[in-house]
């Protein structure tokens, strides 16, 4: 390098890479401006989320825990409910034995069941334990609403009907008196609980067993007659407009029903006819004809021709549960079972014309002349049969057949053969539909807390008379 050359080039080029630098670092200083709010806010925004997801999980968590709690509440709850149902069945029964009794003296008796006079329910007992009997049957000091005397009635039909109220009235009595005996400390603690239970009894006894065809000979008259009977529950008014076939379609599925319960594996008709192979009408869906009992009541969902409308129709007269061909009609709420048997009778029995369920001033009539004579099954046949004339029938053959007898014990044998309740013209008597048990009941009992509802559904036979040997023969939790 020349000593005497001038030394500008090399400052110039030092003070040109210094600006670049310069104008380098103010470029970057402009574009990083804001990047700490931006973090801020990232930050912010990122514990938002989490606070918030937290908060939520925790009401998740809290919910869960709740809905827990509630739901064992109210299972206990239901679970005292059926304890408590199991305690008025087994007041019925003794109260039921002792009218029993009683009738030998004073004459048939009828007495509504403790479960109905009592409905079972926390509201009941807390009213009940609060002093207030209104829950038990009218109000302290409210008059009592003027008795209205049927003069139609007979002196000996108003004297049991005085005795029936009289014995109920003391019944509300005693289960009054007796709930007022518990300590008002101790009734306290009993009433110390969230949320509130109730139950409804009813009973199996009164309805149609689906199952008592399988033991019943395919085709035989015992196993028509069954199916003729579950075809007049099948030709009731509320279930007209639920066939297609007004004509056939409550026939083929009373056919259906035997045939899903039945032994065989052909289709069944009345008179022993047979049709084919039972298979053939399940060839649409993924299961077969059982040929056995029906496991609950919801499988008679599962027969060919049976639909939600008219299963939900029919349940409250089907059971599976009894094991008898008998009804007992004295207990039962529902008065269409006892126009059944009406009908049932007076079609097939071929003694007497058909009382349809169109004429309903004649089924009412024979309803309530029925039903006035229970529990005794022998005055109802009786009373029925007088009214549809066959006594008068009898009288006269049995008038014809003593005077053309002989002998004296001819007659007699005669007379006591015409006591009403038997008419030997019939093919079958009407008291042989009927049965005074009652000790088949399903409990329903209900739980509630907050919004947590919990049903226990129970069907218990009360048949022993120890109540821990009581038989459970179904039980289910929803």
């Known amino acids: 390098m020349n000593i005497l050359s001038p030394p500008w080039p090399k400052f110039l080029s030092m003070e040109l890479k210094l600006i670049f630098k310069i104008k380098k670092w103010f470029q970057r200083t402009a574009n990083d401006r804001g990047v700490a709010l931006m973090i801020v806010l990232s930050g912010l925004m990122v514990l938002t989320v989490a606070v918030v997801e937290f908060s939520y999980n925790s009401r998740i968590s809290y919910r869960i825990a709740v809905n827990s709690l509630e739901r064992l509440q109210a299972y206990y709850l239901a679970k005292s409910a059926i304890n408590f149902s199991k305690m008025l069945l087994r007041y019925n029964k003794e109260a039921q034995e002792t009218a ?53 009635l007979t002196d000996e039909q108003k004297d049991k009907a005085a005795a029936e109220e009289e014995n109920e009235e003391e019944t509300k009595k005693g289960i009054t008196s007796g709930i007022s005996m518990m300590n008002e400390k101790e009734a306290e603690n009993f009433l110390d609980f969230e949320g509130d239970f109730s139950s409804v009894i009813t009973e199996e006894n009164s309805k149609f067993d689906l199952n008592r065809i399988f033991a019943l000979v395919p085709g035989s008259k015992s196993a028509d007659q069954r199916n003729q009977l579950l075809e007049s529950i099948l030709t009731l008014p509320q279930f007209k407009d639920l066939f297609e076939d007004q004509f056939n379609g409550p026939k083929q599925l009373v056919f259906a029903i035997g045939d899903w319960v039945d ?19 399940y ?39 009894t094991g008898s061909e008998k009804i007992n009609a004295c207990v039962s709420e529902n008065d269409d079972f006892v126009k059944v048997l009406i009908n049932y009778y007076t079609k097939y029995a071929g003694c007497a014309s058909e009382v349809k369920y169109e004429d309903e001033e004649k089924m009412e009539e024979l309803l309530n002349e029925i039903k006035s004579y229970c529990p005794t099954i022998e005055d109802m046949a009786k009373a029925l049969n007088s009214k549809l004339g066959l006594t008068d029938l009898e009288e006269e053959a049995s008038a014809t057949d003593s005077s053309s ?23 079958f008597q009407f008291k042989d539909l009927l049965t005074e048990d009652n000790k088949i009941f399903t409990i329903e009992a209900v739980g509630t807390v907050g919004d947590t509802e919990t049903i226990i559904t129970m069907v218990l036979n009360t048949d022993s008379t120890d109540p821990t040997k009581w038989k459970t023969y179904y039980y289910h939790v929803d």
Do not use: H, W
């Not at 048939?108 to 009592?118: A, G, L, V």
């Not at 334990?129 to 109000?139: A, C, D, P, Y």
């Not at 299961?287 to 409250?316: C, H, S, W």
């Open 100 to 152: 029993k009794k009683a009738s030998s003296s004073i004459g048939s008796m009828n007495i509504e069941p403790i479960y109905r006079m009592m409905p079972l329910s926390s509201n009941l007992i807390r009213e009940t334990l609060g002093g207030n009997t209104s829950v038990l049957g009218g109000e302290e000091g409210e008059e009592k609403e003027e008795q209205t005397i049927d003069f139609s």
């Open 263 to 281: 032994s065989n594996g052909m289709i069944n008709e009345y008179d022993a006819v047979q049709r084919g192979n039972e298979s053939s009408v």
């Open 283 to 321: 060839g649409k869906v993924d299961y077969p004809v059982k040929n056995a009992k029906f496991a609950t009541l919801a499988e008679l969902r599962l027969v060919a021709g049976m639909n939600d409308q008219i299963f939900k129709e029919l349940a409250p007269f089907a059971t599976i549960y």
């Open 405 to 427: 007898s002989e002998t004296t014990t001819t007659a007699s044998s005669t007379s006591s053969s015409t006591s009403g309740a038997t008419v030997p013209a019939c093919a």
